[in-house]
């Protein structure tokens, strides 16, 4: 009991200063915002890109952080007109690039006016750009505008397509089903979320003790992911993938000494109030669709979830055999070793945005 209310006190005490830190992000952004306007016969579209993702477009030299020249605006306008290919009624769309601009330091907006000799009936979106820089991180957030219509669609690594009919919403059902795969996603290439997760079923304790841990875990970055995405609490992005690098340590840390600590349960609730909030950053840029959003915000919590059971059906065989070949505590100590590791250059990292080789944001 009193380690329960001396972690409270902790969490407090680090939501007091967090809260009074400046917003800055933890790592360039990995997304696209498009915004999409369906017309008569053409479709203009607006692509909001940061210059960091510019910056590591492989073989092409992309960055305007040196200024936006003329020879600047072609080359960024041929790569995404290569990149995003729009179809009517199976046909190729004209593109053309009406405007690329700098709104500020960071981004760089494009403006792209696609026509047909038909009216626009059967849209077909074809999206490859980015994925060469980080499949696993990368997405691009299209609102489609019609008729005061409001869809969303998100295309990441496994989902470069979206058919669509002209005054048609996307169906709901799709809606679900994306941020259902987009949860699962974010939990399997969150090395950092894995690690924790992996630190606490090194640990042990019985199936009892873990399924009390995993529950108190799901509890609570449920409780904070709800809060963050509803604007009810707000952390500044930096200072909690910070923290989330720290809960990773002192798991691992604390799997060096205890062997089945009973107070990991509520530890793992306070923790996992952290990692809700840095689950709500992933979602803060994809921003929900204002037309489903419990829908959305559920899906994604449910994907999250599953992925997480899956992850954890995965590391029972893996356990049963690593503890075949490794007696004792040496497995544990070993592995949490490791674990540990991770969790120091990740905080250094997020803390003085550094890049540190093979440990990625």
Same mark, same amino acid.
């Given at each position: 009991?009193?380690?329960?209310?001396?972690?409270?006190?902790?969490?407090?005490?680090?939501?007091?200063?967090?809260?009074?830190?400046?917003?800055?992000?933890?790592?360039?952004?990995?997304?696209?915002?498009?915004?999409?306007?369906?017309?008569?016969? *053409? %479709?203009?579209? +607006?692509?909001?890109? &940061?210059?960091?993702?510019?910056?590591?477009?492989?073989? @092409?030299?992309?960055? /305007?952080?040196?200024?936006?020249?003329?020879?600047?605006?072609?080359?960024?306008?041929?790569?995404?007109?290569?990149?995003?290919?729009?179809?009517?009624?199976?046909?190729?769309?004209?593109?053309?690039?009406?405007?690329?601009?700098?709104?500020?330091?960071?981004?760089?907006?494009?403006?792209?006016?696609?026509?047909?000799?038909?009216?626009?009936?059967?849209?077909?979106?074809?999206?490859?750009?980015?994925? *060469? %820089?980080?499949? +696993?991180?990368?997405? &691009?957030?299209?609102?489609?505008?019609?008729?005061?219509? @409001?869809?969303?669609? /998100?295309f990441h690594d496994s989902e470069r397509h979206l058919s669509f009919t002209k005054e048609s919403r996307l169906s709901i059902?799709?809606?679900?089903?994306?941020?259902?795969?987009?949860?699962?996603?974010?939990?399997?290439?969150?090395?950092?979320?894995?690690?924790?997760?992996?630190?606490?079923?090194?640990?042990?304790?019985?199936?009892?003790?873990?399924?009390?841990?995993?529950?108190?875990?799901?509890?609570?970055?449920? %409780?904070?992911?709800?809060?963050?995405?509803?604007?009810?609490?707000?952390?500044?992005?930096?200072?909690?993938?910070?923290?989330?690098?720290?809960?990773?340590?002192?798991?691992?840390?604390?799997?060096?000494?205890?062997?089945?600590?009973?107070?990991?349960?509520?530890?793992?609730?306070?923790?996992?109030?952290?990692?809700?909030?840095?689950?709500a950053g992933s979602l803060s840029e994809i921003q929900l669709p204002k037309d489903s959003f419990l829908a959305a915000l559920?899906?994604?919590n449910l994907g999250v979830e599953l992925g997480q059971i899956v992850i954890f059906l995965c590391l029972i065989p893996v356990?049963?055999?690593?503890?075949?070949?490794?007696?004792?505590?040496?497995?544990?100590?070993?592995?949490?070793?490791?674990?540990?590791?991770?969790?120091?250059?990740?905080?250094?990292?997020?803390?003085?945005?550094?890049?540190?080789?093979?440990?990625?944001?």
């Amino acid at each position: 009991m009193k380690r329960a209310k001396w972690w409270g006190l902790v969490f407090v005490i680090f939501f007091g200063v967090f809260l009074t830190a400046p917003v800055v992000q933890a790592h360039p952004l990995f997304s696209v915002a498009t915004d999409l306007k369906v017309g008569e016969n *053409e %479709i203009e579209m +607006s692509l909001l890109i &940061n210059d960091a993702l510019l910056k590591k477009v492989p073989g @092409e030299d992309l960055s /305007v952080e040196n200024g936006l020249s003329g020879k600047k605006k072609q080359e960024i306008g041929n790569y995404i007109k290569k990149g995003f290919v729009v179809k009517n009624n199976g046909r190729p769309m004209t593109g053309r690039i009406e405007e690329i601009a700098r709104p500020d330091l960071s981004h760089v907006r494009v403006k792209i006016r696609f026509t047909s000799q038909q009216k626009v009936e059967k849209v077909d979106l074809f999206y490859s750009m980015f994925f *060469e %820089i980080d499949k +696993s991180r990368h997405q &691009n957030i299209v609102t489609i505008h019609d008729d005061g219509k @409001e869809s969303r669609f /998100v295309f990441h690594d496994s989902e470069r397509h979206l058919s669509f009919t002209k005054e048609s919403r996307l169906s709901i059902w799709l809606t679900v089903r994306q941020f259902i795969q987009i949860g699962m996603e974010h939990i399997w290439f969150g090395f950092d979320h894995l690690a924790f997760l992996a630190a606490l079923f090194v640990a042990g304790g019985g199936w009892k003790h873990l399924l009390k841990v995993i529950t108190s875990f799901t509890i609570a970055h449920s %409780i904070t992911l709800f809060l963050a995405v509803m604007d009810i609490v707000a952390v500044p992005s930096k200072w909690v993938e910070a923290l989330i690098a720290l809960t990773i340590v002192y798991v691992a840390v604390e799997n060096q000494w205890f062997r089945s600590p009973e107070h990991r349960p509520t530890v793992t609730f306070f923790f996992g109030l952290i990692h809700g909030l840095g689950f709500a950053g992933s979602l803060s840029e994809i921003q929900l669709p204002k037309d489903s959003f419990l829908a959305a915000l559920f899906s994604f919590n449910l994907g999250v979830e599953l992925g997480q059971i899956v992850i954890f059906l995965c590391l029972i065989p893996v356990s049963l055999l690593l503890k075949r070949l490794v007696q004792g505590r040496w497995l544990v100590q070993g592995v949490s070793g490791i674990i540990a590791l991770f969790g120091i250059f990740w905080f250094v990292e997020r803390v003085f945005e550094l890049e540190i080789p093979f440990f990625p944001l």
